[in-house]
């Protein structure tokens, strides 16, 4: 009798063009008993396509409940980290730089140092590095761009100068490639090019090179 009851009672919420789900809530059965139940009274076209939109929206509510929640974590997680390393004492930029350098710098010369990257922020702090820690004159840093020939050189050029506060007059002629930014673009890219920036100095780079091989060894 139970068992009548419940089907009379889906039956009567399934004219009310309620779907599976909303009428599971109500009178817990499996989802294949509605099925068997209910396999004569199907949804409207605008009844189905209400409740698919109304599940968009909620998927939507939900992405963003958790996109904000990612966020909230992530600020949480940033303000404890800039509290316990930073500032950073000059021997530790130093080393800071050397593991940048290490991974991203230029090594097949021993008589000039540069880093090449995407990442405005990497070149700004490369050139902090250079100018702050290595004590190297800031009009000595040269500026080489790598850009693509879809974009306007002029526009990028003015992104560089004003992103990393080095003077036009510090850059060299644009190397240009002979392929679309759109191939880069999509993965994800700063979208503005390749910036290296560089300085000749033998002495400096002697330094660097043999600093990266102790650590090195050491932990080697």
């Not at 290490?102 to 880093?115: D, P, R, V």
């Not at 003077?167 to 392929?179: D, E, H, L, M, N």
């Amino acid at each position: 009798m139970a068992r009548l009851k419940d089907r009379e009672k889906a039956l009567e919420l399934r004219k009310k063009e309620m779907s599976y789900s909303q009428i599971k809530k109500i009178i817990r059965v499996s989802k294949s008993t509605l099925s068997l139940w209910l396999r004569d009274y199907p949804l409207s076209k605008e009844r189905i396509r209400e409740l698919r939109d109304c599940n968009e929206r909620r998927i939507e509510r939900f992405r963003e409940t958790m996109r904000r929640k990612k966020e909230d974590r992530l600020n949480k997680t940033y303000n404890k980290q800039r509290l316990e390393i930073l500032p950073l004492n000059k021997k530790e930029l130093f080393v800071a730089g050397l593991t940048l350098y290490w991974g991203e710098g230029t090594k097949s010369n021993m008589n000039s140092l540069g880093i090449s990257n995407s990442d405005p922020a990497v070149i700004k702090f490369f050139i902090y590095w250079l100018t702050k820690i290595l004590s190297v004159p800031p009009k000595k840093i040269r500026i080489l761009l790598q850009l693509y020939n879809d974009m306007n050189v002029d526009k990028e050029i003015k992104y560089w100068v004003n992103t990393i506060k080095v003077p036009k007059r510090q850059f060299s002629k644009p190397y240009i490639k002979k392929t679309s930014s759109k191939r880069i673009n999509h993965k994800g890219s700063f979208g503005h090019g390749t910036c290296q920036a560089r300085i000749g100095n033998t002495f400096l780079s002697e330094k660097v090179m043999m600093s990266i091989k102790a650590v090195s060894d050491y932990y080697n």
